[in-house]
């Protein structure tokens, strides 16, 4: 998945996740805070840029001291398509399955989707 660092890119992002607001919302809040500085050291992925189907932010990797903590292990998504979502889920390694998470988003399915990738994998989600 390519990660958003471009000023430009994520200007353009976060003026598309405007025009799906309420939905968009806690990825929005996430893309905006890395566009005006990144204290957070966050990073932005999408499946294919600039037609987005899937927005996924998380932790750069290089910052996870504590694999058991999922309150600095937040992942917000808004995804487009369902089928890229749950592509993404089971198929790719931008949700990282080995530490603990909170995965954060206002989508119907976003649940139901995580669920079925855990079992598939043979994981327990709460």
């Not at 990825?27 to 294919?48: C, F, I, K, Q, Y």
């Not at 996870?64 to 890229?84: I, K, M």
Request: aromatic residues 8%; charged residues 25%.
């Amino acid at each position: 998945m390519p990660i958003l660092t471009c000023p430009g890119q994520l200007r353009r992002l976060e003026e598309a996740l405007r025009r799906s607001l309420p939905a968009t919302l806690p990825v929005l809040g996430a893309v905006m805070t890395v566009a005006r500085g990144n204290p957070a050291a966050h990073e932005v992925l999408v499946d294919s840029w600039p037609n987005f189907g899937v927005v996924l932010t998380r932790l750069r990797p290089e910052e996870h001291r504590d694999p058991g903590d999922f309150y600095a292990n937040q992942l917000t998504v808004y995804y487009r398509d369902e089928g890229a979502w749950r592509a993404l889920l089971g198929g790719t390694e931008a949700v990282g399955w080995t530490r603990a998470f909170q995965m954060q988003g206002m989508q119907e399915g976003m649940y139901e989707a995580m669920r079925e990738a855990a079992d598939a994998k043979g994981l327990r989600l709460e």
